[in-house]
């Protein structure tokens, strides 16, 4: 799965928006796709670190507005993480969280390589389920 693709399957399976809806705020939002291989004896470990860390955001970031994990079908230790905020003060506040924090140091020595993956939004959509 390319970076395209990932982007088109995170935009249109977002539910975090009630009702049909185009997000289209006064800010862009910031987006980005981070790609991280994981060691593969640790993925369990790190599937648990990302739920949690993810669910925590959702809940308690109200800048966060989309954040998803996914792992290539064929290769599962290599994830991909679809990242929306509100603005880039509100990505530069998650990174300040004790959650976000817990979850870096907690799966530093999982994470074989990293690379994120800026994006300039062209149309971001959801339906609510």
Do not use: C, W
Request: proline residues 5%; aromatic residues 6%; charged residues 25%.
């Amino acid at each position: 799965m390319d970076t395209r693709q990932l982007l088109v399957l995170a935009a249109t399976t977002m539910t975090s928006l009630s009702g049909p809806a185009v997000a289209q705020p006064a800010k862009d939002p910031y987006v980005r796709v981070a790609e991280i291989e994981i060691d593969p004896t640790q993925l369990d470990a790190y599937k648990a670190a990302v739920k949690e860390q993810i669910q925590l955001a959702i809940e308690s970031e109200p800048g966060v507005l989309a954040l998803y994990s996914v792992s290539d079908k064929d290769n599962p230790a290599l994830v991909f993480v679809f990242e929306m905020y509100a603005d880039l003060d509100a990505y530069k506040a998650h990174l300040e969280t004790e959650h976000f924090k817990k979850y870096k140091i907690g799966t530093q020595g999982m994470v074989k390589s990293l690379k994120l993956r800026e994006t300039l939004p062209i149309l971001l959509g959801a339906k609510a389920r």
